[in-house]
């Protein structure tokens, strides 16, 4: 399963595209080609046929254009994934919902609508979940979303470095829930083995085992017991999650409980003891994608990568053509795909 890294590119140029990207430049840009149909073309390649499609000359041939013009505007497929990854987080049809007045009551709102908004990003970019973020190049949706829930953390008697644990803490828990169930469909997918198939030649030898006694505890569970829909899972674990963070918040206000040592002076992120906790994801601080996934680096290969870098252009201020769609579960109301990988017998 492919696995791509953000930053992966020229990180001062993809910094420059992020935040002056609607600056024009002395060359002229093609007409009615604009970074933005770049970026939302991308975007709804990788929607529809996985991290592993997308290349520069994909893209292009999605837009109707040559190759070569796309580098005119963004150097190479590194440095698109970085705009990718925060053009998802920008409120509007190819990204996220904006706060609803209800979403921002409390402290718990704020998370709760943040990690189910995670969710749906999920199942609308699957491929979210195959980009190692660990190292975020942060544009201006990424630090507008984390703003967004250390505001609705404030006020609680929390430290600062206790805020961002509430962050990760949430974040990791839905990520490892959306990969259990989104992940599953990009490897049906990416090995043409469906998830019926996929059972089906373990189901002979794993009877056998079933009726041998070997595994009592698993032989006598129900089979209806793998049949966890996500967005149920999704809820199962949430609500006790948000009920331990109000005691542990109630406690920290009622001077019950001292702030944990959680700074660990003289570490480095990149030594591993340490973690950035400016990941984030829809409408808030979810980290998309935290951690590889296995498989081939997915960075700027040779074939993306023009002989010789030059001038971009950032081309026109007119947004380009919204990503298509996402399926209709994307609203979190529809089922899982009714098997769990890790428990399924």
Same mark, same amino acid.
């Given at each position: 399963m492919t696995t791509a890294h953000s930053g992966s590119g020229d990180l001062s140029r993809s910094m420059e595209l992020l935040w002056r990207g609607r600056e024009t430049s002395g060359r002229g840009p093609r007409p009615g080609l604009t970074l933005e *149909?770049?970026?939302?073309?991308?975007?709804?390649? #990788?929607? $529809? @046929?996985?991290?592993?499609?997308?290349?520069?000359?994909?893209?292009?041939?999605?837009?109707?254009?040559?190759?070569?013009?796309?580098?005119?505007?963004?150097?190479g497929k590194g440095e698109l994934l970085d705009l990718m990854l925060d053009r998802v987080l920008e409120p509007g049809p190819t990204g996220t919902e904006p706060p609803p007045p209800e979403a921002t009551e409390n402290w718990r709102t704020v998370l709760e609508f943040t990690a189910v908004g995670s969710w749906r990003l999920y199942l609308a970019h699957p491929w979210l979940l195959q980009v190692n973020q660990t190292r975020p190049v942060l544009g201006p949706n990424a630090l507008a979303g984390l703003d967004f829930i250390l505001e609705g953390l404030s006020g609680l008697g929390l430290t600062d470095a206790e805020r961002m644990a509430v962050i990760m803490t949430v974040d990791h828990y839905v990520t490892g829930? *959306?990969?259990?169930?989104?992940?599953?469909?990009? #490897?049906? $997918? @990416?090995?043409?083995?469906g998830d019926e198939e996929f059972w089906a030649a373990q189901g002979p030898i794993l009877g056998e085992i079933m009726e041998s006694g070997?595994?009592?505890?698993?032989?006598?569970?129900?089979?209806?017991?793998?049949s966890i829909g996500g967005?149920?899972?999704?809820?199962?674990?949430?609500d006790?999650?948000?009920?331990?963070?109000?005691?542990?918040?109630?406690?920290?206000?009622r001077g019950e409980r001292?702030?944990?040592?959680?700074?660990?002076?003289?570490?480095?992120?990149?030594?591993?003891?340490?973690?950035?906790?400016?990941?984030?994801?829809?409408?808030?601080?979810?980290?998309a994608g935290n951690g590889a996934v296995g498989g081939e680096?997915?960075?700027?290969?040779?074939?993306?990568?023009?002989?010789?870098?030059?001038?971009?252009?950032?081309?026109?201020?007119?947004?380009g053509a919204p990503a298509e769609e996402a399926s209709a579960i994307?609203?979190?109301?529809?089922?899982?795909?009714g098997e769990t990988p890790s428990s399924h017998r």
């Open positions: *149909a770049i970026v939302d073309a991308a975007i709804t390649l #990788a929607d $529809r @046929e996985g991290l592993s499609a997308l290349s520069m000359r994909r893209v292009a041939a999605e837009l109707g254009v040559g190759t070569m013009s796309l580098y005119r505007y963004v150097p829930t *959306a990969r259990t169930y989104v992940l599953q469909s990009v #490897a049906a $997918r @990416e090995t043409g083995i070997r595994f009592p505890r698993l032989a006598e569970l129900d089979p209806d017991s793998f967005p149920q899972a999704l809820r199962f674990g949430l006790p999650l948000l009920d331990g963070l109000e005691r542990y918040i109630d406690a920290r206000r001292p702030a944990p040592e959680l700074v660990v002076p003289g570490t480095d992120a990149r030594d591993g003891d340490t973690h950035p906790a400016t990941d984030r994801g829809p409408g808030g601080g979810e980290a680096a997915a960075g700027n290969d040779a074939a993306d990568t023009p002989p010789a870098p030059g001038p971009v252009d950032r081309g026109a201020e007119t947004p994307a609203d979190g109301s529809g089922s899982g795909s």
